[in-house]
Every structure is written in structure tokens, then in C-alpha cells.
């Protein structure tokens, strides 16, 4: 199994933006599908986006037009522009390869330590 270090996360006033990177080492993004979740206090970690290994995105209704995922293969980096940020938001962020966008089952059995987004209203 690769191992996955998000970074980038902070703290930012609502309205604002924010750049999440996650590195696989260990293994590569090639081909594989890659996903972002999150998991706010006391709340489960939830399905927050994922992108293909060809670039297909797809989000959930509460990030759509908000949030864009990315990814660089060479780099095995992949990806989360935050924009207009909003305080419900505010949560820890983790990537995992994905079986795909429809179907978000993480791969690796082992998460990053995740970046938190912490968004003041």
C-alpha cells in the first residue's frame, strides 16, 4: 500500500480559498481513480469528490461549483481547490484511491494524517 500525506489546509474567513495537495508515495496515481473525503467533529468521514484516471470529475451537491478536483500523475499528486468557502466546511480532509467516482470505496486501509480546514464565519 502507498502511503497518502495531505497538506495545505487552514485556516481561511468564509468566502475564501484554499489549495489541498496529496501525495501518494509508495505506489502510483497512474490509472487509478483518486478521492477526497472529509470528516467534520463528531460526523463520519464523507465522500466529498473523486476524478478518473482520464480526469472525469464528479462531486457531491453540497461542493458542486465550489470545489474542483485535479490531479498531476508524474508528480502522483492529486488535487482540491476550495473556493468560496463556508464555515460548514470546516472539517479534516484525507485522499484515498477510489474503485471509481460512482462507487467511492477507498483502496488503501490506511489514511493520511489529513489537512484541516478550518473555515471562521
Known amino acids: 500500500q502507498g502511503q497518502l500525506v495531505e497538506s495545505g489546509g487552514g485556516l481561511v474567513q468564509a468566502g475564501g480559498s484554499l489549495r489541498l495537495s496529496c501525495v501518494v508515495s509508495?505506489?502510483?496515481?497512474?490509472?487509478?481513480?483518486m478521492g477526497w473525503f472529509r470528516q467534520a467533529p463528531g460526523k463520519e468521514r464523507e465522500f466529498v469528490g473523486g476524478?478518473?484516471?482520464?480526469?472525469?470529475?464528479r462531486y457531491v451537491d453540497s461542493v458542486k461549483g465550489r470545489f474542483t478536483i485535479s490531479r498531476d500523475n508524474a508528480k502522483n499528486t492529486v488535487y482540491l481547490q476550495t473556493n468560496s468557502l463556508k464555515p460548514e466546511d470546516t472539517a479534516v480532509y484525507f485522499c484515498?484511491?477510489?474503485?471509481?467516482?460512482?462507487?467511492?470505496?477507498?483502496?488503501?486501509?490506511?489514511w493520511g494524517q489529513g489537512a484541516q480546514v478550518t473555515v471562521s464565519s
Open positions: 476524478i478518473s484516471w482520464s480526469g472525469t470529475t
Open positions: 509508495g505506489g502510483t496515481i497512474s490509472g487509478a481513480a
Open positions: 484515498n484511491k477510489i474503485v471509481d467516482s460512482v462507487t467511492p470505496i477507498p483502496i488503501y486501509n490506511s
